[in-house]
């Protein structure tokens, strides 16, 4: 499936939109969802820090098996935005962590969403 953002090309592969169905299927609904915003979130952080830093993003693309934002020659764009677009993923996920530990403290969110949540975003930010 191909969509557009602005000047930006998003490809989610049919794979992806199945798989919350096979999850489910399989009793792992609640990992598959996670995984999937967790997967977003990552993924539309580092597009949002590379356009503010004013580098041109042609397309990202969301998998299964994770997600790739392409930039445009990010050989000729300063090493310094290039590296702040690179952490903003990491930085998405663990602010989503840190989100879902405060609100499992606050009574807001089952102690098994948060674990979920935790576990979820804690391999992405180390992916």
Request: glycine share 6%.
């Amino acid at each position: 499936m191909r969509l557009r953002v602005g000047q930006t090309r998003l490809q989610i592969d049919l794979a992806l939109l199945l798989m919350p169905l096979i999850a489910a299927l399989l009793g792992e609904g609640a990992a598959a969802a996670m995984l999937m915003v967790s997967l977003a979130a990552h993924e539309a952080a580092h597009l949002v820090v590379a356009r503010c830093a004013g580098l041109s993003v042609p397309s990202v693309r969301l998998t299964p098996f994770g997600g790739a934002i392409r930039l445009e020659n990010p050989y000729a764009a300063p090493p310094g935005r290039v590296a702040l677009t690179a952490a903003a993923g990491p930085a998405a996920n663990l602010l989503l962590a840190v989100l879902s530990a405060a609100l499992c403290q606050w009574k807001l969110l089952s102690p098994a969403l948060c674990a979920l949540c935790l576990q979820t975003n804690a391999l992405l930010v180390l992916f």
